[in-house]
Antibody, heavy 117, light 107 residues
């Protein structure tokens, strides 16, 4: 069955960096894009962008240009999200999600990133 | 960017009651998709392409709409339906957006 398994929770200080991974299984990794979605505590879902898993080309939503980097380890069927110069407002659960056409059919379990001094 | 406005923001329904959640788009979209999220869990696909039920979704749920107005309906509320529901659109030449969510509780 198709699964997206994300790395564990992270506790970071402001200014530090964090890298979250999302390992896919049960399908051909390069056949589908991987998306990232942010959910701040008690808030709604915000789409961050996506990465073409065939070419490696990332596309970022406007609010996530600059400190956010999507990358791949295609040989390991893994997508990564790196956030640099962390700020308090980056505290959130980050989900990876795989689309079927224009909806998200599969989601990772989420990775909680807490930024606190 | 297409803004999705959900209403109501929160609501409570009695067991057996009919429930309707609305999602209005700032511009016309071809399809609307819905997700159910329970506390501490990841969102689950619930209704896709406006009216198709995702795998495992009870048939008391339905989706409808077109253009700028879409809805999710529960014909008869059950306790297990307590959750937050989000709508989502993905149209060409527009970033993907989600509605702000509707929290549905049981009375």
């Amino acid at each position: 069955q198709i699964q997206l398994v994300q790395s564990g929770p992270e506790l970071k200080k402001p200014g530090e960096s964090v890298k979250i991974s999302c390992k896919a299984s049960g399908y051909t990794f390069t056949d589908y894009a991987m998306h990232w979605v942010k959910q701040a505590p008690g808030k709604g879902l915000k789409w961050m962008g996506w990465i073409n898993t065939y070419t490696g080309k990332p596309t970022y939503a406007d609010d996530f240009k600059g400190r956010f980097v999507f990358s791949l380890e295609a040989s390991a069927s893994t997508a990564n999200l790196q956030i640099s110069n962390l700020k308090n407002e980056d505290t959130a659960t980050y989900f990876c999600a795989r689309n079927n056409y224009n909806w998200f059919a599969y989601w990772g379990q989420g990775t909680l990133v807490t930024v606190s001094s | 960017e297409i803004v999705l406005t959900q209403s109501p923001t929160t609501m409570a329904a009695s067991p057996g009651e009919k429930v309707t959640i609305t999602c209005r788009a700032s511009s016309s979209v071809s399809y609307m998709h819905w997700y159910q999220q329970k506390p501490g869990a990841s969102p689950k696909p619930w209704i896709y392409d406006t009216s198709k039920l995702a795998s495992g979704v009870p048939n008391r749920f339905s989706g409808s709409g077109s253009g700028t107005s879409y809805s999710l309906t529960i014909s008869s509320m059950e306790t297990e339906d307590t959750a937050t529901y989000y709508c989502q659109q993905w149209s060409s030449n527009s970033p993907i957006t989600f509605g702000s969510g509707t929290k549905l509780e049981i009375k």
